[in-house]
């Protein structure tokens, strides 16, 4: 596979709503990630690498992107 110059990404923020999903994923503080968060998932997009600053807040365990990928297609309508 070609290195690629874009990566996916998805908005967080720590205006939390309960009983959201699958638009929104809780992800609890850890690493740089100090607060209580929702992922948002309809509003991932593609940015170039370059814009790309700093470290990343923290990194995610494969249970909790599994969630993530079982969100988005539900939300794009795909099983």
Known sequence: ?????TFFLS??????IDDAQPLRIRIKP???LHKE???IIDQIRAIDNQ???GEP???CNQDFMDQVHKAIFEVIGKN
């Not at 596979?1 to 110059?5: I, N, S, T, V």
């Not at 908005?11 to 939390?16: A, F, K």
Request: proline residues 4%; positive net charge.
């Open 1 to 5: 596979m070609p290195h690629l110059r």
């Open 11 to 16: 908005s967080l923020t720590t205006n939390l």
């Open 30 to 32: 850890k690493d740089k």
């Open 37 to 39: 968060s929702d992922l």
């Open 51 to 53: 814009r790309l600053v």
């Open 57 to 59: 807040l923290t990194l």
